[in-house]
């Protein structure tokens, strides 16, 4: 059986269309809109933030710059560093740590728009927050924001400029970069796995799944330093399966399509192991979100429960047949 899912808000729109037919709504035509700007990732190194090696940790980037006058409005291009603190909860004020101007843009050979290029440093980030190493722990994040400022003083970043813009398709704009501060990982293997899924009380299908259960082999495939997909064994078919073995516990599917990811070629979700810190990266096919809601370790057993902003969830247990778990949160 297919995942099935329904949008409240399409619904909405569509009973909105009928009810006011007989009264259109004003409308100001696209050109009478003020018009911004956008910078486009062209290209990045992913360069890793580890704690254990700050001197070596740093990445750099390139972007072009994108507006109604192929970006002759852009008058700078300013980024922010910000520290996350994901024991306490504390977000640092934003320290500038660099504002290139467009007498320093380069052009882009291939579309001939402005251009430039960036590297940042996690030392350089921490003078400019006036932080140390020892100020940081392992699993908090270094928050880069970029702000595009226009000759009439207008700006735009990652707080006012819209998600479709944000790396939407098409667009690629670039306003934000987000590095965990990672620590060497090694969880990589595959393991015996028992999955039960529990109900969220969200009101849908998936509530009348809760205590059903899947039993197999489960496995962390290392992406990245640190970064994690896992699979799922059923039968003979291997699948990239995020949700630990509750999916198929609930919806019975050996199709790639109806899982999180549903082209392991171009998988967004994925699970970061930042220095023992447990979190997800990304967001399904469907653009939910999800969280942990517990990760406990008892020797060789390691439990991980999850839910999503969909109203999925469940819990499952991972067994090693040697060695005990690292002390995972």
């Known amino acids: 059986m297919q995942k099935l899912k329904y949008s409240i808000y399409s619904l909405f729109l569509v009973m909105l269309a009928f009810s006011c037919a007989d009264e259109p709504l004003p409308f100001d035509t696209f050109d009478e809109y003020a018009k911004g700007a956008f910078s486009r990732l062209l290209s ?33 291009h300013e980024w922010f560093v910000r520290h996350r603190n994901n024991v306490d909860g504390t977000l640092s004020e934003p320290a500038l740590l660099v504002s290139t101007s467009n007498s320093s843009f380069g052009t882009n050979d291939k579309s001939g728009l402005p251009s430039a290029s960036f590297s940042f ?22 928050i880069y924001d970029g702000y595009i400022v226009m000759k009439d003083g207008r700006r735009f970043g990652p707080d006012n400029t819209g998600g479709s813009v944000q790396g939407g398709a098409g667009f690629d704009g670039i306003f934000r970069f987000i590095k965990p501060l990672l620590c060497p990982s090694e969880l990589a293997g595959t393991y015996n796995a028992v999955a039960t899924n529990s109900s969220q009380g969200a009101g849908i299908g998936w509530d009348d799944c809760a205590g059903n259960t899947w039993e197999g082999e489960l496995t962390f495939v290392s992406v990245g330093d640190g970064e994690y997909t896992i699979t799922t064994k059923n039968g003979d078919l291997e699948l990239d399966d995020m949700s630990f073995g509750n999916f198929y516990a609930c919806y019975e599917s050996d199709a790639q399509g109806s899982m999180p990811n549903a082209d392991p070629a171009n998988r967004t979700l994925t699970l970061i192991d930042a220095c023992n810190q447990l979190s997800f990266k990304g967001s399904s096919q469907w653009g939910e979100v999800y969280t942990f809601t517990e990760v406990k370790v008892e020797g060789s057993s390691l439990t991980l429960a999850w839910t999503n902003d969909y109203g999925e969830g469940g819990s499952t247990v991972i067994t090693r047949d040697e060695g005990n778990w690292p002390d995972l949160k």
């Open 121 to 142: 440093s996690l030392n350089e980030s921490l003078s400019a927050m006036g932080k140390t190493i020892d100020d940081l722990n392992g699993g908090d994040d270094i």
């Open 44 to 76: 990045t190194d992913n360069g890793t933030f580890f704690l254990t090696d700050p001197d070596n940790a740093s990445f750099t980037f390139d972007v072009e710059y994108y507006s109604e006058n192929n970006g002759g409005e852009v008058d700078s």
